[in-house]
Nanobody
Framework: QVQLVESGGGSVQAGGSLRLSCAGS????????MGWFRQAPGKEREGVAV???????SYTEPVKGRFTISQDNAKNILYLQMNNLKPEDTAVYYC??????????????????WGQGTQVTVSS
């Protein structure tokens, strides 16, 4: 099993920055791709950024150039640096991991481990 705990959410004005963290424990060393997803009220959960075990990254179009995903393998922590935040970035942000060395994907159901979520609110 893998346990994931997010932190770092909050409220900021448009143009501001936040850094989210996701601490992993349990059999985290066996995990595959990790990623950040978000879910706004009334909308489906969507991908934001993913990173594979080798450090390769990918981003969805709305956040390219503004968000950066990174990982500290020694500490088992996943990060999401969010700059130039916009009101449309308002959502609950979730950390997720795929099992057993699986590669990266944007398919929500392919991620077997999820954190509890952290709220990010961006005001105009």
């Amino acid at each position: 099993q893998v346990q994931l705990v997010e932190s770092g959410g909050g409220s900021v004005q448009a143009g501001g920055s936040l850094r989210l963290s996701c601490a992993g424990s349990g059999n985290i060393y066996r995990r595959g791709c990790m990623g950040w997803f978000r879910q706004a009220p009334g909308k489906e959960r969507e991908g934001v950024a993913v990173i594979d075990r080798g450090g390769g990254t990918s981003y969805t179009e709305p956040v390219k150039g503004r968000f950066t995903i990174s990982q500290d393998n020694a500490k088992n922590i996943l990060y999401l640096q969010m700059n130039n935040l916009k009101p449309e970035d308002t959502a609950v942000y979730y950390c997720a991991a795929r099992a057993w060395y699986s590669g990266c994907s944007w398919v929500v159901r392919e991620f077997g481990y999820w954190g509890q979520g952290t709220q990010v609110t961006v005001s105009s």
